[in-house]
Nanobody, 125 residues
Framework: QVQPVESGGGLVQAGGSLRLSCAAS????????MAWFRQAPGKEREFVAG????????YYGDSVKGRFTISRDNAKNTVYLQMNSLKPEDTGVYYC??????????????????WGQGTQVTVSS
């Protein structure tokens, strides 16, 4: 079982950058795809970015392509989300999630079985 814990959120001006980290417990971290989702007030939780178990296959939601970069360090059981050129519409609670099954891949909420508590990102205009 992989249990994620997010950190790195905060307040930033539009155009700025933030890096989120997700430290995951569990010896089998390297077998699971990991992803970031976000949820703005009054909106559905949205897929942001995902990465397969090796780290060689990152993939992104359309709204963040070219601005965000997901990466992972399996030796440190950590996933990162580098967010550049931030916009006010990027504001929300960002959640880290671990794949529901080993070696799986997906971008839907049901593809991920373990979730962190979330970290707030606020982008001011």
């Amino acid at each position: 079982q992989v249990q994620p814990v997010e950190s790195g959120g905060g307040l930033v001006q539009a155009g700025g950058s933030l890096r989120l980290s997700c430290a995951a417990s569990g010896r089998t971290f390297s077998r699971y795809a990991m992803a970031w989702f976000r949820q703005a007030p009054g909106k559905e939780r949205e897929f942001v970015a995902g990465i397969n178990w090796t780290g060689r296959t990152p993939y992104y939601g359309d709204s963040v392509k070219g601005r965000f970069t997901i990466s992972r360090d399996n030796a440190k059981n950590t996933v990162y989300l580098q967010m550049n050129s931030l916009k006010p519409e990027d504001t929300g609670v960002y959640y880290c999630a671990a794949g529901r099954a080993p070696y799986g891949l997906g971008s839907g909420r049901d593809d991920f079985g373990s979730w962190g508590q979330g970290t707030q990102v606020t982008v001011s205009s």
